[in-house]
């Protein structure tokens, strides 16, 4: 598998330029900036609580099980890991 974008896929350097001074020099509306505002990171939520990040320290192993598992399974990373500690709490 190569790691190299096909060039008629790529965005180029000149073109990303371009696209952030035209987005610097564009007067934008009211409700325009409101949305762009909005659109900061925010907690999800799972049910009705926002969602927690937590770290720990595991081994380098468990990356590439949960990867695959997520993989073979269709989930998130992050659904695989709530899902085992689902079922070992």
Do not use: C, W
């Not at 564009?26 to 762009?36: K, M, N, S, V």
């Not at 799972?46 to 320290?57: H, L, M, S, W």
């Amino acid at each position: 598998m190569s790691t190299e974008t096909e060039p008629s896929s790529a965005v180029a350097g000149q073109e990303i330029e371009a696209i952030a001074v035209e987005f610097e020099r564009r007067e934008f509306t009211p409700d325009e900036l409101g949305r762009i505002k909005r659109t900061h990171r925010r907690s999800p939520r799972i049910g009705e609580a926002r969602a927690e990040v937590y770290t720990f320290r595991a081994s380098p192993s468990y990356k590439n099980r949960i990867r695959q598992r997520a993989e073979t399974e269709e989930k998130s990373q992050s659904q695989v890991i709530r899902d085992a500690l689902d079922a070992y709490l």
